[in-house]
């Protein structure tokens, strides 16, 4: 008999923390310093979040109020996509950002998102 892979579920803190190495590694954006700090006690497992679930883009946006912020945005964007493919949370940081945002925005994702995007050294 086979013994089966039980890879541990990561946490939602988990998944904010790798998503903020991934879109500030130089920890130079206080808008994510505060994103993660929204998030930072969350221990219950990423799974346990609705599949339609918006928290990540709920909190971005309290983060940021009115001021246009891609790079909290594109934080959002990757740890709500890591929340459903948590078999990536280990890929390379660029890939993350591009994957992420394909995912949350398609082909053609908004103006500021894509100057971001370009700024990271990432094409959508």
């Known amino acids: ?6 890879a541990e ?10 998503a903020v190495a991934a879109c ?3 920890d130079a954006d206080e808008l ?14 990423v799974t346990a979040l609705a599949e339609r679930d918006r928290t990540f883009f709920e909190s971005a946006q309290r ?3 009115t001021m ?18 948590r078999d990536e949370i280990d890929d390379d940081d660029d890939d993350l950002l ?3 945002a394909r995912a949350e ?3 053609n994702p908004p103006e500021e998102i894509r100057d971001w995007l370009q700024e990271a050294g990432v094409a959508p």
């Open 68 to 85: 246009p912020a891609a790079g909290v945005e594109m934080t959002a964007a990757v740890a709500t996509y890591l929340a459903f493919r």
């Open 105 to 107: 925005y398609g082909d």
């Open 98 to 100: 591009r994957l992420a």
């Open 24 to 26: 500030d590694p130089d």
């Open 9 to 18: 579920t990561p946490s939602v803190a988990d998944v904010v923390h790798r």
């Open 63 to 65: 983060v940021r109020g």
């Open 1 to 6: 008999m086979r013994q089966g892979s039980h």
């Open 32 to 45: 994510i310093a505060d994103f993660l700090l929204a998030f930072e006690d969350r221990d219950e497992p």
